[in-house]
């Protein structure tokens, strides 16, 4: 990556009326949560048949004793990265208006962004398969699984899109009313594999968005959507990013 291409990018976020950020697991592997797909990512591991919703509704204990070793017993001890900071730190400049994240761990919120449309939910949220209601995950005891509704009893299920499950309407909406709009698109740790959020970027450089995109390794935007690679990991290279876009020229 030459100094050029960090200027560039730079100058586009400052000169942009709207820009957000479009992250993927990458971005959080740096905080020791491992990514859902390739060698070492969670399908590797286990049967992701597991997070199907029929199969869900069916046995909620043995997924539950997955989703608990998974996400609760790990995500209470990871932090928000250098990444996730300079994400923030875009945004309290008043150069970030959004992160839309692929990612359910919550790191974005951590790190002090404040808009963030979760494409896939959120582990920091349960919701009742009977009566919908939702409740901070702090608020429930895990001890018993599957853990119960407080008010009506019913089995309580992570606030995350399970396989066969829907993208939230609202969050959808949302993020594809921004992709068109915005002026300036940073996509950081995604390989764009993952449908119907990989889309998103898309929708993004089809309506005259610049994509400024932040991998280690080629995605499937680099050579079709992408205006400025800037290869490295997303803890080395947004820092950077940062301090090229607040130094004055």
């Excluded at 070492?40 to 509704?57: C, I, N, Q, T």
Aim: hydrophobic share 35%; aromatic share 8%; proline share 7%.
């Amino acid at each position: 990556m030459s100094d050029g291409a960090l200027r560039n990018a730079a100058d586009h976020i400052r000169d942009a009326r709207t820009t957000f950020a479009f992250t993927g697991a990458g971005i959080s592997v740096e905080s020791g949560i491992p990514p859902f797909r390739g060698p070492g990512g969670v399908w590797s591991k286990h049967d992701p048949a597991l997070f199907e919703m029929g199969y869900f509704r069916r046995n909620p204990e043995a997924s539950w004793k997955l989703i608990r070793e998974l996400f609760y017993e790990r995500f209470n001890t990871v932090k928000p990265n250098k990444a996730h900071t300079a994400l923030a730190e875009l945004e309290a400049a008043g150069l970030l208006t959004t992160v839309v994240t692929q990612n359910i761990d919550g790191l974005h919120q951590k790190a002090g962004n404040t808009h963030v449309l979760e494409y896939h939910g959120s582990t920091s949220r349960v919701q009742c398969m009977s009566c919908r209601r939702k409740y901070p995950t702090e608020s429930v005891s895990l001890d018993t699984l599957p853990p119960k509704c407080p008010d009506c009893g019913g089995v309580l299920k992570p606030d995350i899109v399970f396989f066969s499950e829907g993208i939230p309407d609202d969050v959808h909406r949302e993020a594809t009313q921004l992709a068109r709009s915005a002026d300036v698109l940073i996509v950081v740790g995604t390989t764009g594999e993952v449908q119907p959020a990989g889309r998103i970027p898309w929708v993004a450089h089809h309506n005259g968005a610049t994509i400024i995109e932040i991998n280690p390794n080629e995605s499937a935007y680099t050579y079709k959507a992408t205006d400025i690679y800037l290869e490295g990991k997303a803890g080395r290279m947004l820092p950077e990013l940062l301090e090229a876009v607040l130094t004055p020229r």
